[in-house]
């Protein structure tokens, strides 16, 4: 049976997933979890042999010093485990970036600006963003909530008419045909799940073109579906998937360790 170590913090609402029965028949799931000591991981390491390590979501959690720290000793005593997404270093951890993901896929995304002034985050006409985020945080419609003194912590985005957004996965560059449809955050509301749909063959057409530049195993695209076309707005690589399990009774954790095991015995 393989071994697979996941990296990740108390609060991550998709841990569940890991260790349903099915998951349990074809692997044994082993856990560190970001507050625990560096020692208690490289211990971990050494004294087992893993078939998989999976880096999640820490950007609320860890400093960049703190996770180039813990990925330096993953890196160093992994033995022949692999890494998900076959991370390299940090920098392959903090594509998560919305500056650096629109570098390669500004043609697929809403029009996008480092914030340079307080007064644009009060423009209507844009929505601002703070460049490392995600689980639906660190999205302003003012100035209010923002840091003056670190204005290069945002992105400024284009406000589209959205008619309809999407939370789309995939697995090992194949795409779940079924998406998550999710209400947009708004000043008075929070990001919401509120169904679920089979994507239409044109926006199939339009994922395939951004993936053609994918090297992740598991990522959630999210989409907004507008008069003008879908536009990426932007990709995660350490979503989460227990809603999608919820509206699909598709457990992506399941789907990945598949795809993991035909990708490493092909």
């Known amino acids: 049976m393989k071994k697979m170590l996941l990296i990740t913090g108390i609060n991550d609402l998709s841990l569940p997933l890991y260790l349903t029965q099915s998951m349990q028949q074809r692997v044994t799931m082993d856990f560190y979890f970001f507050h625990e000591d560096l020692l208690d991981l490289k211990n971990k390491l050494l004294v087992n042999d ?3 390590i999976y880096f999640g979501y820490h950007f609320r959690t860890l400093n960049k ?64 963003k703070e460049r490392i ?21 945002y992105i400024i985005q284009d406000k589209m008419s959205i008619q309809k957004e999407y939370r789309v996965y995939v697995v090992c560059n194949k795409i779940m045909p079924e998406a998550t449809v999710k209400s947009s955050k708004t000043l008075t509301s929070n990001v919401k799940i509120i169904g679920s749909e089979i994507l239409s063959l044109d926006i199939l057409k339009f994922i395939e073109k951004v993936l053609e530049q994918n090297t992740f195993d598991f990522i959630g695209l999210d989409l907004a579906i507008t008069k003008s076309g879908p536009f990426l707005i932007e990709i995660n690589r ?5 809603g999608y399990f919820t509206q699909t009774n598709i457990n992506l954790a399941k789907v990945l360790l598949d795809n993991l095991h035909l990708k490493n015995n092909m």
């Open 50 to 52: 893993y078939d998989y």
């Open 238 to 242: 350490t979503c989460l998937f227990n």
């Open 133 to 153: 985020s995600g689980r639906a945080e660190g999205i302003f419609f003012n100035s209010s909530e923002l840091d003056s003194t670190q204005l290069n912590k």
């Open 65 to 128: 010093k703190a996770a180039t720290d813990l990925f330096d000793i993953v890196s160093k005593t992994k033995r022949n485990a692999y890494i998900i997404d076959n991370l390299k270093t940090i920098d392959d951890i903090y594509f998560e970036d919305k500056w650096i993901q629109y570098q390669h896929f500004s043609e697929f995304m809403p029009q996008t600006q480092l914030l340079n002034s307080m007064s644009d985050a009060d423009n209507n006409d844009y929505i601002t």
